[in-house]
């Protein structure tokens, strides 16, 4: 069974940098797209960025300040968080999911890493 860990989330300030990972241990298939979704209480649930064989795809609200990376050897895939702002304080899930911006009941999700950005 697939499991999801990440890491590197934390308290920072504005304008700070952050960078999250996260690792996928047993039967992953390739073809799966790799991101991150992030929560906070009182709002829905929102796309942040996600991989693929195909390219790499953004939420508007992060476009140009976040980076998606991943390695297909190690089964991980890395969120470059530049430019932060307190709007990106959330709890960031990492995915792996049938579709580049959507999700099933097929796909797979870790425990969450918190980010905290302070003004």
């Known amino acids: 069974q697939v499991q999801l860990v990440e890491s590197g989330g934390g308290l920072v300030k504005a304008g700070d940098s952050l960078r999250l990972s996260c690792a996928a241990s047993?039967?992953?298939?390739?073809?799966?797209?790799m991101g991150w979704f992030r929560q906070t209480p009182g709002k829905e649930r929102e796309f942040v960025a996600s991989?693929?064989?195909?390219?790499?795809y953004y939420g508007d609200s992060v476009k140009g300040r976040f980076s998606i990376s991943r390695d297909y050897g190690k089964n991980t895939v890395y969120l470059q968080m530049n430019s932060l702002k307190p709007e990106d304080t959330a709890v960031y899930y990492c995915?792996?999911?049938?579709?580049?911006?959507?999700?099933?009941?097929?796909?797979?999700w870790g425990q969450g890493t918190q980010v905290t950005v302070s003004s």
């Open positions: 047993g039967r992953l298939f390739s073809s799966y797209f």
């Open positions: 995915a792996a999911t049938l579709g580049p911006r959507t999700t099933t009941t097929s796909d797979f």
């Open positions: 991989i693929g064989w195909s390219g790499s």
